[in-house]
Structure formats: C-alpha cells, structure tokens
C-alpha cells in the first residue's frame, strides 16, 4: 500500500511512519509535513534511509503542493494539525486554518486522485465534557475549545465528503496520547522534564479532571486496523481504559522523578476546561479486534526513562519555545 502520511513528523505521525516501516514491507510511505514548531525531523531519522519513505516539506493547506503530493497514493492518513489547546486559546485562526481548510484541500485532492482510503485522525476532545458514563460514535459533538471545534469541523468536512462524494472516509476518535517524542508542551512530557530540570510543575485549578491515557503505539496500531478494515463512512473510537485525574497523573510523575508535592504549583484553571472525558470502545474492539497492549504504568515508566535518556531532543526544542 502506497501511504500519504499528514503530520508525518509530529507526535503521533512519526510513531505511526516508523511502526509501519519496521513492521510491513509491503508498504511505501510519504510524509507531508510543513514542520511547524511541534514538527521534528530528527523523528523520522530512524527510517530516513529506508527505501519506502519519502518526505516532502509542504502545508496542506496549499493545494498545488497537495495535488502534486496525492498522485500515487492509495491510502492517506491524516495526521496534521494544530494539536495544542492552550495555543487555540491564544488564538484560533491558525487551528481553523490548518485543521478545517487543510482537511478539506486533502479531501479535495483525494477524490481527484481516486485514493482509495482516506483516514481522519481526531479526538474525544470534539464531544465536549461527560459527567458520567462514556461516549458513543454517535453522540453528539459538543466542542468548548477553539481546538476542538475545529477538529470537529473537520470530521464532518471528511464525513460529509464520504456521504455527498462516496470517498471511503473513515474517521478515529482517540483519547489522550502520551509515550516519546510528544512536543514538551503537553502535560506528560511538559511536567517530566520540568520534573528532570528540578523545575516546579503547573496543576490546572483543583486538579480534578479526567482523561484517559494511551500509549502512542497502542493509537498507531489501532489506526493500522482502521486503516486496513475499517468500514467506510464510519467513526472508530480508540481509547486506553485508563482515566485518571491530573492530579493523580502528577502524583504518579512526582514519584517516577523522585520528587514530592512541594514541586507543584497550581494554577488557575484554564479557559473552558472540560472536566471529564470518556470514550465506549465497544465498537473498535467488537468490528476489528482491538486491544491496548501496553499498561498505562508500565508505559508512563518507559516514557520518562525516554525523556531522562533524552535531552539532546527535548532541551532545544523547549527552550525555542520558551516552556516555562
Ligand atoms: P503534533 O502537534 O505533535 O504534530 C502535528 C504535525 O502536523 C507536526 O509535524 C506539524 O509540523 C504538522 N503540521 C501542522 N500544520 C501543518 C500544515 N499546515 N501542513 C502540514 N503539516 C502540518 O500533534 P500530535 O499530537 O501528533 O497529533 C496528531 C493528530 O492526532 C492531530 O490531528 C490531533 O488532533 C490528533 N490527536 C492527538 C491526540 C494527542 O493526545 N496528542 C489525541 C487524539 C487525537
């Protein structure tokens, strides 16, 4: 299979591009990435000089360079986004941008080149908050953050392009990732190397909201599945089956870095915070066989022996964008 690969170089992009190429030989992969401040080359080092990849520097949202790109593809995968909610609280244009006009050039592309896949890669963030219970695909979206409505403009852009155009869409809804290479922004590696550097952490407000944590190898593989046997027009969740409050998530940092609670700082709320969420994956295991592999302890452990192995990639990276 011949993979357009969006956000190639971020996070969840470069661990999904360096699975493949080390488990499938059957599969070429190019990489369509502008490399904005979260997008790393050294992430894709490891399969730099693998003879199924090829990388071109270019924005989605520009549909010459997408045109050109999608030729040859059979399959995209679509990664690229603005990803960080405190950013789109700053300010919005760039997420709408990126996710809602550069969701739709691919779309648009896709159906010219008549790929034959095309996976949109989203988030139980577009559902809103949940007091109790978990959500459904079919539940409605309820977005309170720039980045999540923008995120849920663009799965219904990729759904809408599947029911009005037939393109065989299909669209993951996943729960928060963590693992190595994440940009030190996010929670987990943002209070790790803080944590690393002997430097106090930020808790937002009480600290009592819940998230469910995967490890971004579990995600990958889960996109793999959907990506293979997914059913066309149809929404997959994936989640981990591990919620915890971000205080607990701090308590279990704290004590992997040999610290105590006097490392925290806490600090007001953010801005429309949700409270809780939660994602029923009934679905994704039930249709594709689906199974998280890797234990949200052992896998938090592993992370931070990841960052403590290596501050040659995230020391620069943080002190560009000033991460206090
Ligand atoms: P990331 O910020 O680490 O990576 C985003 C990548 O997209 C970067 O390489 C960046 O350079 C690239 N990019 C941004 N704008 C671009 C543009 N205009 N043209 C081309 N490339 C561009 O993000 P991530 O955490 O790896 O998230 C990847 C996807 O997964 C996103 O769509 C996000 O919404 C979704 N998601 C993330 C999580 C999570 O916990 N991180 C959970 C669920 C879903």
Not at 107 to 136: C, K, M, N, P, Q
């Amino acid at each position: 299979m011949r993979i357009l690969v969006t956000g190639g170089a971020g996070f969840i992009g470069s661990e999904f591009v360096r699975s493949v190429l080390s488990t499938d030989s059957e599969s070429r992969i190019t990489v369509l990435d502008n490399f904005t401040y979260s997008g790393v080359e050294e992430n894709l080092a490891p399969v730099a000089h693998h003879p199924g990849y090829a990388c071109v520097r270019g924005d989605i949202c520009d549909v010459e360079t997408v045109d050109a790109v999608m030729s040859g593809h059979d399959a995209v995968v679509h990664f690229a986004a603005e990803s960080h909610v405190d950013r789109s609280i700053d300010g919005a244009a760039p997420f709408v941008r990126t996710n809602v006009m550069g969701t739709q050039v691919l779309l648009d592309a896709a159906r010219r080149h008549g790929v034959g896949r095309f996976v949109h890669v989203s988030t139980d963030e577009v559902y809103g908050s949940i007091g109790t219970g978990s959500w459904t695909e079919e539940s409605p979206l309820d977005p309170n953050s720039p980045y999540a409505a923008s995120k849920a403009g663009s799965d219904l852009l990729a759904l809408a392009c599947h029911r009005t155009h037939g393109l065989d869409v299909v669209v993951t809804r996943c729960s928060n990732n963590y693992g190595s290479h994440q940009f030190p922004e996010k929670v987990v590696p943002l209070f790790t190397t803080h944590l690393l550097e002997g430097k106090r952490v930020p808790l937002y407000g009480d600290g009592g909201n819940v998230r469910d944590w995967l490890h971004v190898s579990d995600h990958c593989h889960a996109i793999e599945l959907v990506l293979r046997g997914g059913r066309a027009g149809e929404v997959y969740h994936i989640g981990g089956g591990s919620e915890i409050t971000n205080k607990e998530l701090t308590g279990m940092l704290l004590e992997a870095t040999g610290h105590g609670w006097d490392m925290v700082r806490q600090v007001p709320d953010r801005k429309g915070h949700d409270r809780r969420y939660s994602l029923d994956i009934t679905k994704i295991q039930r249709e594709l066989g689906y199974r998280p592999q890797i234990s949200f302890a052992d896998g938090l452990a592993a992370t931070v022996d990841w960052y403590r192995d290596n501050r040659a990639w995230w020391e620069p990276l943080k002190s560009r964008a000033a991460l206090s």
